[in-house]
């Protein structure tokens, strides 16, 4: 399953923004072999460009000038395939009891079926991110879904405990960044659902027959209301039917010049995040904060049923209501940055004009999360005791909601506006790192929680989020200092 998002961007995509009208779709700017359309004669270089194809001013087939609405309604439909994905990551956790029972395993490979789909979102753009450059983001979303509706039915129809954990760990193609709520709201209300299937009395197996329908029905979306939108694939299409309605062969599309073997993308997109991680200590740090977030929103999978299914005698259901506050609060957070916090950065904005506003500006927010988050932990971490209502370590997913994508929404934005066309690489390099934090956090939090309780194993992430708060702050203030230091392509103003 693949969607084109800004969270797993391509080098090119960024980069296109940044270069003049020819040079836009030319790729990376590395040195790669340019070979020459089969059918194009090949001339001098101002006859090239004559019959070079390229949006006009306007043009009704560059997505940028596509109506608002049209714009909406796809972002709408990419905003579900996310939600998919994500609810899809922790829909098992409400069946998980009943699984152990069936095939007979431990807590901790129980704690795999969650960890396993959420590693695939570290190791799907290695596949998928090239293959999308090459042949557009539609094509392969509409081979990847189905795939992805296979593995979901291998899970609910596996016999042992290899092939369920095979199939989640296949599940996931690639990862969903470019919205911030969606990978939230997704894992908090999936544990809901099941959990109520499960006080129903419905095999676990029927789980993954549900995510097989959601899976279903957003195919459907995509084969009917998904359009291609990769701006170079556009030109090509644009450069064959011209070659089509005139007989003219030398009218070619950037991207038909370029000639990038499949396994140098692959080494691009694995090997320049790292790069950038161990080169950039500004990224670093925002990817180990970003990903330390982003670990403990599924260690709460393993951490709230100790505390409301264990402390406070809930069952599953009644238990998979205490994630709703997390939503709740994110969805506060999004409204908070649409009627507070982009008003504030549009000022800076006509401050600034004709160029960009430093980074800087896009912390605001951040600022404010990194005080929310440990208060959240706080909260969480001393109102856990089974004497205590269960309102009380509920109503603490609410800051911890509105914090997260408070915090994702300023240090995404100040990553893309930093390292502008290097911004793909970064961030895809914290969407690696996180994915293996999602991934990990869940298989230690039930020995943590037990030999800690749950009052010192959250105080304990509560530390961890005040030692990272500063880090925010440090941006704002040194942020300049540091981005003129950087080896890397940045905006240093």
Same mark, same amino acid.
């Given at each position: 399953? &693949?969607?084109?998002?800004?969270?797993?961007?391509?080098?090119?995509?960024?980069?296109?923004?940044?270069?003049?009208?020819?040079?836009?779709?030319?790729?990376?700017?590395?040195?790669?072999?340019?070979?020459?359309?089969?059918?194009?004669?090949?001339?001098?270089?101002?006859?090239?460009?004559?019959?070079?194809?390229?949006?006009?001013?306007?043009?009704?087939?560059?997505?940028?000038?596509?109506?608002?609405?049209?714009?909406?309604?796809?972002?709408?439909?990419?905003?579900?395939?996310?939600?998919?994905?994500?609810?899809?990551?922790?829909?098992?956790?409400?069946?998980?009891?009943?699984?152990?029972?069936?095939?007979?395993?431990?807590?901790?490979?129980?704690?795999?079926?969650?960890?396993?789909?959420?590693?695939?979102?570290?190791?799907?753009?290695?596949?998928?991110?090239? /293959?999308?450059?090459?042949?557009?983001?539609? %094509?392969?979303?509409?081979?990847?879904?189905?795939?992805? &509706?296979?593995?979901?039915?291998?899970?609910?129809?596996?016999?042992?405990?290899?092939?369920?954990? &095979?199939?989640?760990? /296949?599940?996931?193609?690639?990862?969903?960044?470019?919205?911030?709520?969606?990978?939230?709201?997704?894992?908090?209300?999936?544990?809901?659902?099941?959990?109520?299937?499960?006080?129903?009395?419905?095999?676990?197996?029927?789980?993954?027959?549900?995510?097989?329908? +959601?899976?279903? #029905?957003?195919?459907?979306?995509?084969?009917?209301?998904?359009?291609?939108?990769?701006?170079?694939?556009?030109?090509?299409?644009?450069?064959?039917?011209?070659?089509?309605?005139?007989?003219?062969?030398?009218?070619? #599309? %950037?991207?038909?010049?370029?000639?990038?073997?499949?396994?140098?993308?692959?080494?691009?997109?694995?090997?320049?995040?790292? !790069?950038?991680?161990?080169?950039?200590?500004?990224?670093?740090?925002?990817?180990?904060?970003?990903?330390?977030?982003?670990?403990?929103?599924?260690?709460?999978?393993?951490? *709230?049923?100790?505390?409301?299914?264990?402390?406070?005698?809930?069952?599953?259901?009644?238990?998979?209501?205490?994630?709703? %506050?997390?939503?709740?609060?994110?969805?506060?957070?999004?409204?908070?940055?649409?009627?507070?916090?982009?008003?504030? *950065? !549009?000022? #800076?904005?006509?401050?600034?004009?004709? $160029?960009?506003?430093? %980074?800087? $500006?896009?912390?605001?927010?951040? /600022?404010?999360?990194?005080?929310?988050?440990?208060?959240?932990?706080?909260?969480?971490?001393?109102?856990?005791?089974?004497?205590?209502?269960?309102?009380?370590?509920?109503? #603490?997913?609410?800051?911890?909601?509105?914090?997260?994508?408070?915090?994702?929404?300023?240090?995404?934005?100040? &990553?893309?506006?930093?390292?502008?066309?290097?911004?793909?690489?970064?961030?895809?390099?914290?969407?690696? +790192?996180?994915?293996?934090?999602?991934?990990?956090?869940?298989?230690?939090?039930? !020995?943590?929680?037990?030999?800690?309780?749950?009052?010192?194993?959250?105080?304990?992430?509560?530390?961890?989020?005040?030692?990272?708060?500063?880090?925010?702050?440090?941006?704002?203030?040194?942020?300049?200092?540091?981005?003129?230091?950087?080896?890397?392509?940045?905006?240093?103003?």
């Amino acid at each position: 399953m &693949i969607y084109h998002d800004p969270g797993t961007a391509s080098h090119s995509d960024h980069k296109f923004a940044e270069k003049g009208r020819r040079n836009d779709y030319y790729g990376d700017g590395s040195d790669d072999v340019k070979e020459p359309v089969p059918k194009v004669k090949e001339t001098c270089p101002s006859d090239m460009d004559r019959f070079l194809v390229l949006f006009e001013e306007n043009d009704p087939e560059n997505p940028f000038n596509w109506s608002g609405t049209r714009r909406w309604f796809i972002s709408a439909v990419a905003a579900f395939l996310i939600f998919n994905a994500t609810f899809a990551s922790s829909l098992p956790a409400g069946v998980l009891q009943q699984m152990e029972t069936h095939f007979n395993f431990s807590g901790e490979v129980g704690a795999l079926v969650l960890s396993l789909f959420v590693l695939g979102f570290a190791v799907g753009p290695i596949l998928w991110g090239p /293959l999308s450059e090459h042949y557009g983001r539609r %094509p392969i979303s509409l081979y990847s879904f189905p795939l992805f &509706i296979g593995t979901q039915i291998g899970c609910a129809l596996s016999p042992n405990t290899a092939s369920i954990l &095979i199939f989640r760990f /296949l599940a996931r193609g690639r990862a969903l960044a470019g919205f911030t709520l969606a990978p939230f709201a997704g894992p908090s209300m999936a544990p809901l659902v099941s959990g109520w299937m499960n006080v129903a009395g419905v095999s676990w197996r029927w789980v993954f027959w549900l995510q097989t329908i +959601v899976a279903g #029905a957003a195919l459907i979306l995509v084969v009917f209301a998904l359009p291609e939108t990769f701006k170079p694939i556009l030109l090509v299409r644009k450069a064959e039917r011209r070659r089509k309605q005139t007989g003219d062969g030398r009218w070619w #599309a %950037p991207l038909e010049k370029q000639r990038v073997s499949f396994l140098r993308r692959v080494k691009d997109i694995v090997t320049r995040p790292f !790069q950038m991680l161990v080169g950039e200590p500004m990224l670093l740090a925002i990817t180990l904060y970003m990903s330390f977030v982003y670990g403990v929103i599924y260690l709460l999978f393993e951490a *709230y049923p100790i505390v409301f299914t264990i402390g406070h005698h809930f069952n599953s259901g009644v238990s998979g209501l205490m994630f709703l %506050p997390i939503p709740i609060g994110g969805t506060v957070a999004c409204v908070l940055y649409v009627v507070y916090f982009d008003p504030i *950065y !549009q000022v #800076a904005v006509k401050e600034h004009h004709p $160029h960009h506003p430093p %980074p800087e $500006h896009r912390l605001h927010n951040s /600022l404010y999360a990194s005080l929310i988050l440990p208060i959240a932990f706080f909260w969480f971490a001393w109102t856990s005791y089974p004497s205590v209502s269960f309102w009380a370590p509920m109503m #603490a997913g609410f800051p911890l909601g509105m914090g997260t994508v408070l915090l994702y929404l300023g240090l995404f934005n100040y &990553i893309i506006d930093t390292y502008l066309a290097s911004a793909a690489s970064a961030l895809a390099a914290t969407v690696i +790192v996180r994915s293996f934090f999602g991934a990990g956090f869940p298989l230690f939090a039930n !020995q943590m929680y037990d030999k800690l309780s749950p009052r010192w194993a959250s105080t304990l992430l509560a530390f961890i989020s005040v030692v990272m708060a500063p880090i925010p702050f440090v941006l704002r203030k040194y942020g300049p200092a540091l981005r003129r230091r950087s080896r890397t392509r940045i905006n240093d103003v």
